[in-house]
């Protein structure tokens, strides 16, 4: 499996605003976890092109962490800054 649990804990320590393996609430931290899970289905339909089903939870993904970039930008503009800077998304 290609997310598995220490991976998880590690992504929330890492990015996470408590930088605590438990917070897995806060917006960083599910951004965090939604980056991961986006590059690892856009390298799967890099070989696979005809998966559309992984396609359409894909953009799903991306709209779920499109939609907690858009909280952090309403509620706290230097949060949502280092969140771009820190995992290397671009706007």
């Not at 917006?27 to 976890?33: D, F, K, V, Y």
């Not at 590059?39 to 499109?66: I, M, Y």
Request: proline share 1%.
């Amino acid at each position: 499996m290609y997310l598995t649990s220490e991976k998880k804990t590690e992504l929330f320590k890492n990015h996470g605003r408590l930088k605590a393996d438990t917070d897995t609430g806060s917006p960083e931290s599910q951004i965090a976890l939604f980056t991961y899970r986006i590059q690892h289905l856009t390298n799967h339909l890099k070989t696979n092109k005809k998966d559309h089903s992984s396609r359409l939870g894909l953009l799903k993904l991306v709209g779920k962490r499109r939609s907690l970039l858009n909280y952090l930008i309403k509620n706290d503009i230097e949060r949502y800054r280092a969140v771009l800077a820190d995992l290397g998304i671009r706007k």
